[in-house]
């Protein structure tokens, strides 16, 4: 499986909503800074994440992007799968798979099945709350040096 620059970039507008959550909503321009992705780019996103109901946008001069539900609640699957579409790690419809089959196939397809599985069993094991906790942990692990 390859993530496009839309599921990272995506991915990286949500951690910044997650380290955020419970204060002011984040500017589309905020996040953009401080991710590194063109604010153009970042509002298409956004506006996919908010119809998957991950986030909400509000207007107004106190307006902003805030996610829908606890960063606990939101996990990698739920973002990727609709940022990416297909987690599956062959690029083929099913209908051209049964098509298309050859002998090793049958021994391919049901490892290619597994892979999937275990690709999503890990996003959705994987929250929000879980990068955050990742990135506070690198945050204050303590540097010797010798």
């Given at each position: ?36 992705v ?63 089959m ?42 010797y040096?010798?």
């Amino acid at each position: 499986m390859k993530i496009s620059s839309k599921g990272e970039y995506g991915l990286r507008a949500l951690f910044d909503l997650a380290m955020h959550y419970g204060s002011r909503p984040r500017r589309s321009r905020e996040i953009a800074e401080a991710q590194k992705v063109a604010e153009d780019y970042l509002n298409q996103l956004l506006i996919i994440l908010r119809k998957a109901g991950l986030i909400h946008s509000l207007r107004g001069p106190q307006g902003g992007h805030v996610l829908a539900r606890p960063p606990h609640q939101i996990t990698l699957y739920d973002a990727l799968s609709e940022l990416e579409g297909s987690l599956s790690p062959v690029e083929y419809s099913n209908d051209l798979r049964e098509k298309s089959m050859v002998e090793v196939d049958e021994i391919l397809n049901p490892i290619w099945d597994e892979v999937e599985q275990q690709i999503i069993s890990t996003l959705k094991s994987t929250s929000l709350q879980a990068l955050m906790d990742r990135h506070h942990s690198l945050q204050t692990q303590v540097m010797y040096h010798i």
